[in-house]
């Protein structure tokens, strides 16, 4: 059984950073594509990065709006994937998912973005950034 559990949120000011984790089980990575997405109320949910980690090693892929401030990696030893989010911005504020899904074509490219193609969701972690 897939199991996703999210920590690591938090009330912060523009500019500071946070980490945020889910920890994972049920599932070997190889097969998988992980992901990150976020929501606020009113709005569709939005995918912020993914990863895919296979033998010869990892292929991610961000959302432009996350591009130089945002970090997506996995802990495989600790069965952990890892959000680094940095210089955030008000913009940044809402809550965020992590999810998992079988391995699909496209997961660490645009196609990867969209949360339809994504199974299995964590309860999700609030970040709220204050200017």
């Known amino acids: 059984q897939v199991q996703l559990a999210e920590s690591g949120g938090g009330s912060v000011q523009a500019g500071d950073s946070l980490k945020l984790s889910c920890g994972t089980s049920?599932?070997?990575?190889?097969?998988?594509?992980m992901g990150w997405f976020r929501q606020v109320p009113g709005k569709q949910r939005e995918g912020i990065a993914t990863?895919?980690?296979?033998?010869?090693?990892?292929?991610?892929n961000l959302h432009d709006s996350v591009k130089g401030r945002f970090t997506i990696s996995l802990d495989n030893a600790k069965k952990t994937l890892f959000l680094q989010m940095n210089d955030l911005k008000p913009d940044d504020t809402a809550m965020y998912y992590c999810?998992?899904?079988?391995?699909?074509?496209?997961?660490?490219?645009?196609?990867?973005?969209?949360?339809?193609?994504?199974?299995?969701w964590g309860q999700g972690t609030q970040v709220t950034v204050s200017s």
């Open positions: 990863l895919y980690f296979g033998g010869s090693g990892s292929l991610h």
């Open positions: 999810a998992a899904s079988r391995l699909f074509q496209g997961c660490t490219t645009k196609t990867g973005l969209e949360s339809e193609r994504w199974h299995y």
């Open positions: 049920g599932f070997t990575y190889s097969g998988y594509c």
